[in-house]
């Protein structure tokens, strides 16, 4: 039988929206508001990237330091303390001037409110796998990635605009405050059951290594696996559209205009319709179906008139596809995962699902070099086929193997 939660799901999923954002802020905040800002005061190009690349490095580690939240305090005052060290750390990066002097105080408080972010994406993943039904999983998976791409809108289209039109403290200030207020969500939720917990800190360490072992060992984690290792509808295009604005006679404004917010409350929509999805259909089905779905768009923008209209058209549908493709991502990870020492093994499949957008970008780049913005779009769609070509054949296999098994 399903495993009820509690019914109130309409306010309990949306604060899943909530628990994921400060980790979206913080990214968008450091890699678009203060790298702007730091270009602006004539810092270096190089400079920049450093302190982008530096800020995204816990996100990358994330998953070393996520057995402390399974292992040790309570899930929710773990949140509670990342919400509000992030916030205070990007208000005090408010009050510091973005020039050349200060950049190495600027990176170090950048990595600190990274860093912190991360604890609230681990303890927002054990907060959303213990607190939802087996039928929830992909509304809340929706719910959150939407939260994450909100908050990268949040952090670096608001966050830029508030550095320009008010003090220089407002963007830290607003942005900190906004982190720190995700913390309300804590009261639509309760706190994750300890089975995995025992009476040391090295034994319960052990049993949540024993629950990773025993995931990926196992037939539905292996498969989970599989999946997310290959690059279908991963997105990575989307990192590239200002590569090939001209192709389409695409204006500064509009590749603002739809990689910037518009981009990003279209992926949230996407998001939540795409979760939606996941709950009525086979999740890993979803999965590969808005991985096709997503080629479709992709081989017809190849083809379409290159004009600016079709260009603000179709970046936008990938944007809103691609919410569909996270959002199956997520429901997948979180009906897999079970409950347990869910903040370890989310954000350990999480990082391993970062695998395919590297190879898929580097693909679409190399394919952008060779053939233009129609070999980028058309290898781009390939990839995402031939992924989902492949983990058919190999669901199929495996299938029928364990059928045989099973037979007398």
Known sequence: MTERVVPDSQLRLPAFLMLFMPMG???????????????????????????????????????????LVDTTLSVRVWYLISASLSGIL????????????????????????????????????SLM???????????????????????????????????????????GVALGGICVATSLALLLLKEPSTEHRARTFFASLSNVARECWDLFTSHRGALALFLMLLPIGVGAAQNLWSAVADDW???????????????????????????????????????????????????AMAVSPRTQDMFVIFVLLYAFLTG????????????????????TK????????????????????????????T????VDAIQSVVGAMVFISVAAFVRTLMMRRAAP
């Open 25 to 67: 802020i913080t990214n968008g905040y450091a890699v678009v508001a203060l790298a702007y800002l730091l270009s602006q005061a004539g810092v270096s190009v190089g400079e920049i990237a450093a302190l982008a690349g530096l800020s995204l490095l816990p996100q990358t580690w994330r998953v070393i330091w996520a057995p």
């Open 90 to 125: 990007m208000a005090i990066t408010g009050f510091v001037s973005p020039t050349q002097g200060n950049l190495g105080l600027i990176e170090l408080l950048a990595f600190g409110f990274s860093l912190t972010a991360t604890i609230t994406t681990i303890a927002g993943s």
């Open 129 to 171: 796998a213990h607190g939802t039904s087996d039928e929830e999983k992909g509304r809340a998976g929706g719910w959150s990635q939407a939260g994450n791409l909100g908050g990268t809108g949040l952090g670096g289209g608001v966050g830029l605009w508030l550095a320009h039109h008010g003090p220089g403290w407002t963007a």
């Open 249 to 299: 006679h695409a204006s500064a404004d509009a590749v603002a205009l739809v990689n910037g917010v518009l981009g990003g409350v279209v992926a949230m929509v996407g998001c939540l319709i795409g979760g939606w999805i996941c709950d009525k259909i086979d999740r890993k089905s979803a999965y590969i179906l808005f991985g096709l779905v997503i080629a479709v768009a992709t081989v």
């Open 324 to 343: 569909f493709c996270y959002s199956a991502y997520a429901a997948v990870v979180f009906e897999t995962i079970g409950r347990g020492a869910a903040g």
């Open 346 to 373: 989310s954000n350990l499949i999480s990082g391993i699902s970062n695998v395919p957008l590297i190879y898929a970008g580097i693909f679409d780049g190399w394919a952008h070099d060779r053939w233009g913005a």
């Open 375 to 378: 070999g980028l779009l058309y």
